[in-house]
């Protein structure tokens, strides 16, 4: 990755990220630096960059052509994500920093004086992003703290494996308090329970350590990470009409956008912003209507089970796409495979897989392919059946060639796929239309357990699912 500082202090940039794990990646290579000093670009004598603004008013502001000419030195004619970073920006996040980590290029333009002319801002800036509400004085310490946190996310950055973030149950909680030898340091002994060498015991005290101090410190936090707990709880009482929420939530996908389980309700409303799909539980018409209006706007599809909520999310323009049976596989063991060739799929199948599908179910599938989650039955040198884990974590996506059925390629497959998610750590789980009698029955025989409810899948109009265009 390569980030472009547009700056009046380019060295203050250089230093500040020289040494370090960064500055180790930039000697690498991984990442590159490249600082434009905005003076340089000065059209004016004495290289002066500032003028009063008009209308009056305290201070000096940054003109527009130098900064146009120093983001055109960075960017060249190409469109670059173009970060200002400001006091008026949106707060900088984690979740931020993965986004910007996934761009090639980035150009962060710091701000100094009153503020910059608004016109070049219009021309340039992508984003406005602030890192916390404080006044510095200037923008080259908000550069270097996103230019951190991007770029320890860039593969290779942190070096031997440790790879930046993995989910966990601490994820919502701060982290627990950590101790190295000595054993007793002035008078303090290492909790005894550190020494004991009982894991489950130690992960018990972790947790509760992890917890005390996020109620202490971070209340904002905690209030969160008790609704997922009462949430988890509510639906661990019925694992097979509820495990896709569980799994999104065990899986870190899903936020909970809102509920009031805690509160003995029944509203679940939980969203995976990563494929749009959202899941609703209402405890009556009142509270689906209010669900359905925090719906955030990005949500191209919406998972539901109770029949009232289809009318209330039609007035939001999703209508009832599919009708599915919701299987599970609870046990631990894996199945056996019975087809000797079936592998990871790879870019050259997606012609075969998708032949019929739209252009929307190609992109879909070359997603999962590159994802490493579709897989094929092969025999006689050609594919003759695959399956995938869906985005969102389900299997799907079954089917074999018409003169291959009834061998048990798709029993192999579905197997196939429970074993690679119990790997994972993963509660195998998947919909089956409710019309297709075959792969019901294939559910059966391989000992996954259905639930009751009829599980609908609500689409926005103007979305295509891909699925549905899929042969299933
Ligand atoms: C009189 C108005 N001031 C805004 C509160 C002007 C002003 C103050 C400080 C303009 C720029 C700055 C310098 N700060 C940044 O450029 C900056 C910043 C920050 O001060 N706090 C948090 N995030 C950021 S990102 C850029």
Redesign the pocket.
């Known amino acids: 990755m390569r980030f472009h500082v547009l700056t009046l202090f380019p060295e203050m940039i250089e230093a500040g990220l020289g040494s370090g794990i960064i500055g180790r990646a930039l000697e690498g290579g991984i990442i590159s630096l490249h600082t434009v000093n905005i003076r340089q670009y000065t059209a004016e004598r004495h290289g002066k960059v500032d003028d009063y603004p008009y209308g009056g008013g ?1 201070g000096m502001l940054m003109q527009a052509q130098p900064v146009y000419d120093a983001h055109r030195a960075a960017a060249g004619g190409r469109k670059v994500r173009t970060v200002y ?3 008026q ?1 949106s707060p900088f996040t984690q979740k931020k920093a993965a986004e910007f980590a996934r761009e090639e290029e980035l150009v962060i333009l ?2 100094h004086y ?2 910059i002319d608004e016109r070049v801002l219009e021309e340039i800036v992508t984003d406005y ?11 080259e310490l ?1 550069a270097m703290v996103m230019i951190d946190a991007i770029a320890r996310l860039v593969p290779g950055v942190l070096g031997n494996g440790s790879s930046a973030e993995e989910e966990s149950f601490f994820n919502d909680l701060l982290e627990y308090p950590q101790y190295s030898r000595p054993e007793v340091w002035r008078e303090k002994r290492v909790p005894e329970v550190l020494l004991s060498g009982n894991h489950s015991r130690i992960a018990a005290w972790r947790l509760e350590r992890a917890r005390e101090r996020t109620a202490l410190r971070r209340p904002d936090l905690y209030a969160r990470y008790e609704a997922k707990q009462a949430v988890r709880e509510r639906l661990s009482g019925d694992k097979r009409n509820n495990i896709h929420m569980m799994e999104s939530l065990a899986r870190g996908r899903g936020e909970i956008l809102y509920t009031d389980i805690w509160a003995g309700g029944e509203d679940i409303l939980l969203y995976d912003e990563k494929c749009g799909t959202a899941m609703m539980t209402a405890g009556d018409g009142e509270s689906g209507r209010r669900l359905s209006g925090i719906l955030p706007e990005e949500a191209e599809r919406v998972l539901i089970t109770q029949p009232f909520l289809e009318e209330l999310l039609a007035e939001r323009h999703y209508r009832p796409a599919q009708r599915c049976r919701q299987v599970l596989y609870t046990m631990r063991n894996t199945l056996p495979v019975r087809h000797k060739d079936i592998r990871r799929l790879t870019a050259d199948s997606l012609k075969d897989v998708c032949c019929g599908g739209g252009p929307g179910a190609e992109d879909y599938v070359r997603g999962r392919i590159e994802a490493g989650d579709m897989y094929g039955a092969f025999a006689e040198g050609k594919l003759v059946g695959f399956g995938g884990i869906h985005s969102d974590g389900r299997m799907g996506m079954l089917y074999v060639e018409p003169d291959y059925r009834r061998q048990g390629i798709g029993s192999a497959l579905e197997s196939y796929m429970v074993n690679r998610m119990l790997e994972r750590g993963w509660t195998p789980y998947g919909h089956i239309r409710e019309d297709n009698r075959a792969a019901l029955s294939l559910q059966e025989k391989l000992g996954l357990y259905s639930a009751a409810k009829t599980f609908c899948w609500m689409e926005k109009n103007t979305c295509k699912q891909a699925d549905d265009m899929l042969r299933f």
Request: charged share 10%.
């Open positions: 305290a970073v400001t006091p920006g710091c701000g009153e503020g992003v602030s890192i916390g509400d404080y006044v510095l004085t200037g923008g908000p």
